[in-house]
């Protein structure tokens, strides 16, 4: 491995004012981090370790009803809060679907928004890949293809985002919480993650130096708790990236959809918002016919990106799974598989 | 449990014992558990260096260039061995000089053969020194068009398939037999490359002392690897000094040393430092062989009864570019189904990756799947029950030779695996059952089978002047519990108890045990164990029965029983001497003698000798997302003796799980262009998780076989794939409807074929 410096800041100050340096990254548990290092993907002449950062492990319930996640706070922590797991249930599910026991201990909420693709040509430092040095060429768009993105991909570069927790976020319209050199701002969690467009190397919002504080859930992400959830499909039963998945979340008065949200995963550079689909869904009564309408919706403009036509079809079905059992009614408590169709009744 | 060894040839003198066939725990656990086995890589010995390997990125080509100088600067870098600095082999590395040598990348030329290869090596005061400055040597090649997959060139027919075995096999009349069909099933499936990934990676601790070798490193083979590695270092095997305690896994990669072993032996060499070399992860997608990709062509015919009338099975394999491995796929059609015609043919590709080498059931893993599926898809087309389907094909002798079985139990198999999971019950036609929760269930059976082999093996028994006996054999426990079994074995060898006794094994100082591989090495092992024990006891009877002295004086003629440490009269068992009295009147510190364990000719050219056993399998499936869950297997298995049931129970298991793997998830996913393997790590090449293994009911049905072996010990390392795969995949069809015929069963195809 080369040689690098490590430094261990004592304040946020500090740790923005290091990290601004050309050729610095942040370091949080390194889950993602470490392995690209090795691989010789990220070759940072300087790691910032955020990890003893005072004050950021926390999470609060703030005076005007949201709740606020520091970026060090552990996801398997956050998981298994079992107000934050009533509370926010498609989110617990979500990050109990991901990764190992073992990596949820260790991640932290900071460094899973900020996990870079998956994509194999990604991992292959002798692939050509526009992510990892612009203008190279992509080689996924000719090459082993099938689980790459079918919303929002560009010829540049056809990669997905394969965060589960930021789905369910982005639908409960997350905010993210920054400190920066000029500062501290907020960002909606939607546009956090880019696009490819003609600029695949320039994934986020962020700029250099810019530290992930906290995630917020507004008040409103509350109102959806009696009924929301996430399906996530995938090659094995536990310890594997999303094929694709969605998170529903649906506020019901009087036997109607007051207001839905949606987001799909695996899908798109970013978790997806499917706005759309709310539109179809709100002021509605809950009925299947109208869930595949919603999904229809929601992969209006889906094309496959290479040989993956059938996460077109096969989103729009978790779609409507993950709407038919939000609909049904958050589960007393998480399965042992979250997120697994094993883990439901089926809707047939 | 088996109160007393039936000895097949019944000596003079036998010995009583109860440990053969108790389920005990293994006596390697407590050491494994608390992190005191020391494995090759633990192995610090005093000014050891640490060497890296820098790998090819392109299958093709050659090396151009190699930036040495800027690896060398890097602080801590001690040297770089390349293709022009190394020490001097003394054979060349691509020689063939026995079957089982297999050519290997020992920085012999500027030559790239396929992605991973080794193209130079890094050798350093720390491992991360080592690790950068093989990234420092930026390597520039010329690179040729990569040979990927099974259209890569043109196929032509192997000289020989596995070890020896023909590529063709012809019995009665195939095409006769296809016309006369009044049914044909004639389809294609398709199995991909799979690794061993082996948990513990290959790795070595090299330190050379003269011209004498001592190495830590993962075998299976401590002789073999002796042999070659004398061949190539130009020392005699007796220098070479291999420790392989303890394995991590090796499932036929640690059956043969491969190059990056050597090349560990290698850099100690160059530096005149100990040196420790360990494989990443990736490094292993290449090295040290493989499973080729398969696509094999069934077509059987059948009459209206459902009786077969011709089996014909076509595979085609790849191999590598510049060695001949071929995997015999389609002999998995030679034993198992009876059928006046029988054909098998293998045809080859050459292709830009390692190697393919020996894999868990090479052969019977990949033929079976196919030959499971294409049976079921027969049984369907005559509108037969698929159990019932074999039985009424069931091979009383074996097909392709007329041979019959040394023993054969697959009937109580059939019955007994049947009976514990409701075969009965099933549904002829698929897509019938859901579960309560609304998921497509099905069932699935498949036929398993592996030959009863045996290798050649030696072991040396002693019993000292206290009475106690020591058994010593270089044998090797890749895990799968060898050193309990054979300590068992051993006990009852010396009519001793367990505690009485000591097993050792585990290097190459120790007699030559063969190979730990094609499920024969309790068999083989067990055998030398079993003669050793034999010699011993005899010549301690001699020494009593020929001493007036001896209460056993005279019993020559009429024999005597060991049991427990003493010599009985096998006519008065009152009458009794203990070992150690034994010795000391004779004066002796210690008595010894060797024994051998191998197959007998005369019996293997009589009989046919193959474990069987029965798979069924339950899956579910969701109906509209596509999931595949294995939710229920029950095995039956025949295999001879049951030496250890704990442990026989956990290589079943273990085989049955790596079923579901193959059928479910299994694959080295590689670019067609670049021929780079594209999830060469645990996280994207998917095997099994826990929640992926469903309860499973194991049944082993007790045989006894007078003509394998001595103990009648049958084997049952590998036999658990087989049958298992195409459980699970027939498992799907009859759940979804849906045939998928490319493995492992991907979930496009399960949900473009569900309506949705
Ligand atoms: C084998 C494996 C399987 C996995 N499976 C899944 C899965 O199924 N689903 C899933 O969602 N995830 C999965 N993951 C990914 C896992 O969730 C991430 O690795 C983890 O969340 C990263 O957190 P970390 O704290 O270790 O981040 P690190 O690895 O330390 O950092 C990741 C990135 O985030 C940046 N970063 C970290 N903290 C901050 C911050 N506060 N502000 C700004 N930038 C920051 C770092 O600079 C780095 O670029 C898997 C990972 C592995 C290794
Ligand atoms: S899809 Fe994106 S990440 Fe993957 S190779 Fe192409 S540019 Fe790189």
Known sequence: MMNFDYVRPANVADAIAAASEQGSTYLASGTNLLDLMKGGISRPSRLVDVTRLPGLDRVEHLSDGALRIGALVRNADLAHDAEFARVYPAVAEALLSGASAQLRNAATVGGNLMQRTRCAYFYDVASACNRRWPGAGCDALKGENRLHAVLGWSEGCIATHPSDFCVPLVALDAVVEIEGRSGRRELPLEVLHRLPGDTPDRETALEPGDLIVALRLPAAAKDFAAHARYIKVRERTSYAFAVASAAAALRIENGTIGEARLALGGVAAKPWRACEAEQVLAGKSPDASLYREAARAALADARPSGNNAFKIELAQRIVVRALTLAAAGTPARISALPGSPFSSVAGA | ?756
């Open chain 2, 1 to 756: 449990m088996t109160p007393e060894i039936n000895l097949t040839r019944d000596p003079a003198h036998i010995r009583h014992g109860s440990n053969i066939g108790q389920p005990l725990t293994r006596t390697d656990g407590v050491l494994k558990v608390t992190g005191k086995a020391r494995y090759a890589a633990d192995n610090h010995p005093p000014g050891m260096l640490y060497a890296v390997i820098a790998t090819s990125c392109i299958a093709r080509g050659r090396v151009k260039s190699l930036d040495v100088a800027a690896a060398k600067r890097h602080p801590g870098v001690v040297d770089v061995m390349t293709h022009s600095h190394k020490p001097e082999l003394a054979e060349d590395p691509d020689a063939k000089g026995n079957p089982f040598a297999f050519r290997m990348e020992l920085l012999q030329s500027d030559e790239v053969r396929y992605a991973n290869q080794a193209i130079a090596v890094v050798i350093a005061e720390t491992l991360e020194a080592a690790t950068e400055g093989a990234a420092l040597l930026s390597p520039r090649f010329q690179v040729e068009i990569a040979r990927v997959g099974l259209d890569a060139g043109e196929p032509y027919a192997p000289p020989v398939v596995g070890i020896g075995n023909p590529a063709e096999v012809v019995h009665g009349d195939i095409d006769a037999g296809l016309a006369a069909a009044s049914k044909l099933t004639d389809a294609t499936y398709e199995t991909p490359a799979q690794y061993h990934n082996a948990m513990e990676p290959h790795a070595i601790v090299a330190v050379w002392d003269g011209d004498k070798l001592y190495i830590d490193t993962p075998s299976q083979g401590m002789a073999i690897a002796q042999g070659r590695l004398a061949g190539l270092l130009g020392i005699p095997p007796g220098n070479i000094h291999i420790n392989s305690p303890f394995l991590g896994g090796g499932f036929g990669s640690k059956g043969l040393v491969s190059g990056p072993q050597v090349l560990g032996i290698m850099a100690a060499k160059l530096v005149g430092r100990p040196v420790k070399l360990v494989l990443r992860r990736s490094q292993m997608y290449g090295p040290v062989g493989h499973r080729p990709p398969t696509r094999q062509r069934l077509r059987i015919g059948t009459n209206d009864d459902g009786t077969l009338t011709a089996l014909d099975h076509h595979a085609r394999i790849t191999t590598s570019s510049f060695d001949d491995f071929y995997e015999p796929a389609a002999d998995a059609s030679h034993t198992l189904y009876a059928s006046p015609a029988i054909r098998t043919a293998h045809e080859a590709v050459r292709v830009d990756t390692g190697t393919p080498l020996f894999m868990r059931a090479p052969g019977e893993a990949t033929g079976s799947i196919a030959l499971e599926s294409a049976m079921d898809e027969a049984a369907f087309a005559c509108g037969i029950d698929p159990l019932e389907f074999r039985l009424t094909n069931y091979a009383e002798v074996e097909p392709t030779t007329g041979k019959p079985f040394s023993s054969k139990a697959l009937r109580q198999c059939y019955a007994k695996g049947a009976e514990r999971f409701g075969w009965a019950r099933r549904p002829l036609q698929p897509r019938q059952m859901r579960d309560e929760n609304g998921f497509l269930v099905g069932w699935g059976m498949g036929t398993a089978t592996f030959p009863a082999l045996m290798f050649q093996g030696n072991a040396r028994a002693v019993i000292r002047a206290d009475g106690r006996g020591v058994m010593e054999s270089g044998a090797h426990d890749m895990g799968q519990g060898a050193w309990t079994a054979l300590t068992q074995i051993s006990a009852d060898s010396l009519g001793l108890e367990l505690d009485q006794m000591t097993f050792r094994a585990g290097t190459s100082d120790l007699p030559d045990a063969g190979i730990a591989g094609g499920s024969a090495h309790t068999a083989t092992v067990g055998a030398a164990i079993h003669n050793a024990g034999a010699a011993v006891i005899a010549r301690l009877a001699e020494l009593a029965t020929s001493d007036e002295r001896s209460p056993l004086f005279g019993a020559g003629n009429a024999g005597v029983i060991a049991r427990a440490g003493r010599l009985h009269r096998r006519d008065d068992d009152a009458r009794s001497e203990s070992y150690a009295d034994i010795l000391a009147r004779a004066g002796l510190a210690e008595i010894e003698a060797s024994g051998t364990g191998a197959a007998d000719p005369a019996a293997q050219s009589q009989y046919a000798m193959h474990s069987h056993g029965v798979v069924f399998a339950e899956v579910k499936v969701d109906p509209e997302l596509g999931q595949i869950r294995a939710t229920r297997l029950v095995g039956a298995f025949a295999a001879g003796r049951i030496i250890n049931p704990l442990m026989v129970q956990s290589q079943l298991r273990g085989g049955m799980i790596w079923g579901i793997s193959f059928a479910l998830h299994e694959e080295a996913v590689i670019d067609r262009r670049s021929g780079r393997i594209l999830n060469a790590n645990l996280a994207e090449y998917h095997v099994p998780v826990n929640a992926d293994v469903p309860p499973m009911d194991v049944i082993t049905v007790d045989e006894h076989d007078p003509h394998v072996n001595a103990l009648g010990i049958k084997g049952v390392g590998e036999i658990g794939i087989t049958g298992s795969a195409g459980a699970v995949a027939n498992a799907v069809w009859h759940a979804t409807g849906i045939r998928v015929r490319r493995f492992p069963i991907r979930i496009e195809e399960v949900v473009m074929g569900l309506a949705g």
